[in-house]
């Protein structure tokens, strides 16, 4: 009588199995009580049992709901039967058995039932039972005495839990079985007893061992003269010998091409070879005869002593670790590396040509879209990339590899700084510098393309939408700089004041739409307290003030006499205040202003007939040379007021940036 948590035992197997787990290891275990008889003409059969109605959507076929494997091995004897009662038994450890399989068949069925024919000295035994699911492994045991010919086992698997099989068709289920159990049919020096597959619902046999020939001609067809043999070191010196054998698999069904790692001529591992080389993710195709074309993919299946040993309880893994193996210094990976690459010699000139492909994708995405990754399209590796690779993954790419790129700059400048070898500093630190200035180059470019984009915007926003109507001032406001934002809130990189004057790249202190002092006070839609780069360690008196006033495209209402939103005398009540000291910098400091401090104002507004005439005849501006702007110097203020249109801010910007973006090739 065992004593085992079956129901944790069964629910603590997570992964690496399937639904045809328990099936496999039925069959392999019905081969194995074969090779342990030494039976003569060896046989498994496997029964697909199926329920007794047709579902409308069945495709004439009732659903499977359990097999039945029935072998003439040397049935359950009672040490067979005692191991299937221990847990974890080393029974058939010297053939690969963990003691555990079994329970992966309640994992997927209801029931697991057994009835064999077993010999106990001079005497003919039927031992039958069903597997637990509480606490004893075996249940409702029964022994008797029997008559037969042969002994042998019938194990049956009955009703699965989930509500349909994956699979129906016969054929099929033959093939699946066929993948999994294929190193049983081709490794060498091994004659694999008989396999049939018999469909309840039409008595069609189907031979696994026959499956190339007959089920699967043509179909699958392996390719010896692209095996091969490998060589991997364990951490203590000791090296183990991989083989690697390609199949070719035609009329794949939505299957990918893998490499599969086989212990005790079972698949343990499927890992799709596009992890490793993305150009495998589609079918490949060949033209035969007749201009008649097949698609295809390539399993390569792995064998080694070295794998046979460190195989899983559940045959679902490897107890070395996916990678970089610690313990044994053999990781999953460096040998799923090895095998992919006889995989690769098979269709070396498609992988070429999907590899080009995908090159001239990537270029033609930096030259349209990221043309600051021109420099960087020579040295950044693109085998990562899928076969066919969005936009976000190509720049996730560079992106990931100028980091790499500044990260190795940053170590090599601590190298550099922390050597006493004056001898080859010169040439190290000529080497970097290159290096940093291919890495500058890139940043540029970008910020560039970027002013590309923005101008773009900007121009749309100053455009009339389907109904006629212009954007208001908060859109433009917030593309030229955020509202509501302050030079703590917003740094530079997150403006674009460069629109306007490329010196507000260069400032302490703004502030942007908010009140002045308090929620009842003017505002200016931006006051920038600019400090020039020269100058940008201290608060100087003579640095410049500048502030802004911008207006809703198509908007003239400001110039009516009775109004009180005139900008220009906005600017001039806030330029008093603050010579006056009202106001402080965002960090409670006093702006420092002299008689002498110069201020600028800048208001920007679509021109027609009324704001000139408000700008010539109200406020004596005079207007600039290509009449889109005005200016006035108010000499008791120290301020210079120009009025800007959106159009000459739109169009001095441009041409500001033109030769950049000529440069790039994005003009």
Request: hydrophobic share 35%.
């Amino acid at each position: 009588m065992s004593n085992v948590n079956i129901r944790r035992a069964v629910d603590n197997i997570k992964s690496g199995i399937n639904v045809y787990t328990p099936l496999v290891e039925l069959i392999v275990n019905a081969i194995q009580a074969i090779e342990m008889g030494s039976t003569q003409g060896g046989k498994v059969e496997v029964l697909i049992k199926r329920a007794s109605q047709l579902q409308l959507d069945s495709n004439n076929l009732q659903e499977v709901i359990g097999f039945i494997v029935k072998d003439n091995g040397i049935g359950f004897t009672d040490n067979n039967r005692d191991s299937f009662d221990t847990l974890y038994s080393a029974h058939k450890i010297a053939i690969g058995g963990k003691g555990f399989g079994r329970f992966t068949c309640l994992k997927y069925f209801d029931d697991l039932i057994i009835s064999s024919n077993y010999i106990l000295g001079d005497t003919k035994l039927n031992r039958s039972f069903k597997m637990g699911k509480a606490n004893d492994i075996i249940e409702d045991e029964k022994i008797v005495p029997a008559e037969f010919i042969k002994s042998g086992t019938v194990a049956e698997l009955k009703s699965i839990k989930s509500s349909k099989f994956i699979d129906k068709k016969s054929s099929t289920i033959a093939r699946t079985l066929f993948e999994k159990l294929l190193p049983y049919f081709c490794t060498d020096g091994y004659q694999c007893p008989v396999v049939e597959l018999r469909d309840e619902a039409s008595d069609k046999i189907i031979s696994l061992n026959d499956f190339l020939v007959n089920e699967g001609r043509g179909s699958i067809v392996e390719l010896p003269t692209f095996n091969q043999k490998f060589l991997l070191t364990e951490n203590n010196g000791v090296q183990q010998i991989f083989c690697a054998r390609v199949f070719k698999f035609y009329s794949p069904k939505q299957q990918k091409s893998q490499v599969n790692l086989v212990a005790h001529k079972r698949t343990v591992t499927s890992t799709q070879i596009q992890n490793y080389i993305p150009e495998f993710s589609e079918e490949f195709n060949e033209t035969i005869g007749a201009g008649v074309v097949r698609n295809f993919i390539l399993k390569v299946y792995v064998f080694s002593s070295f794998l046979d040993e460190h195989v899983s309880l559940e045959r679902g893994n490897f107890d070395f670790h996916k990678d970089n193996d610690m313990q044994y210094g053999i990781s999953q990976s460096q040998i799923e590396e090895q095998a992919v690459k006889t995989a690769l010699e098979v269709v070396s000139e498609e992988v070429d040509e999907r590899t080009s492909k995908k090159q001239r994708f990537v270029v033609d995405y930096i030259n349209k879209e990221a043309p600051w990754h021109v420099l960087m399209l020579d040295s950044v590796d693109l085998s990562s990339l899928p076969m066919n690779p969005s936009e976000e993954q190509i720049e996730l790419t560079f992106q990931k590899a100028k980091f790499y790129i500044e990260d190795e700059l940053k170590k090599d400048v601590k190298v550099i700084l922390a050597s006493d070898d004056s001898e080859s500093l010169h040439d190290k630190a000529a080497n970097i510098l290159d290096r940093i200035s291919e890495s500058n180059k890139n940043d540029l470019a970008h910020y560039v393309a970027l002013r590309r984009s923005v101008i773009d915007i900007f121009k749309k926003s100053l455009e009339a939408n389907e109904n006629g109507s212009f954007s208001n001032e908060g859109v433009v406001h917030d593309i030229i700089f955020p509202r509501k934002g302050n030079s703590i809130k917003t740094p530079f990189q997150e403006h674009n004041l460069w629109l306007i004057d490329e010196r507000l790249n260069f400032t302490e202190y703004l502030s942007s739409d908010l009140p002045l002092e308090g929620h009842l006070s003017d505002r200016p839609d931006l006051l920038a307290y600019d400090k020039r780069v020269v100058f940008r360690g201290e608060n100087e008196a003579s640095n410049p003030v500048m502030v802004f006033e911008f207006k809703k495209p198509k908007r003239n209402d400001f110039a009516n006499p009775s109004s009180k939103d005139d900008p220009v005398k906005q600017i001039i009540r806030y330029v008093r205040k603050i010579r006056d000291g009202y106001f402080e910098t965002p960090e409670g400091r006093e702006i420092n202003i002299e008689s002498n401090t110069p201020f600028y104002g800048y208001v920007v507004c679509d021109f027609d007939v009324k704001v000139r005439d408000w700008l010539e005849e109200e406020h004596d501006f005079k207007p600039m040379p290509d009449r889109k702007g005005y200016f006035k110097w108010h000499a008791s203020l120290n301020l210079y007021i120009e009025v800007l249109s959106w159009d000459k801010l739109l169009k001095d910007a441009g041409m500001r940036n033109k030769l950049f973006f000529h440069k790039l090739g994005i003009i």
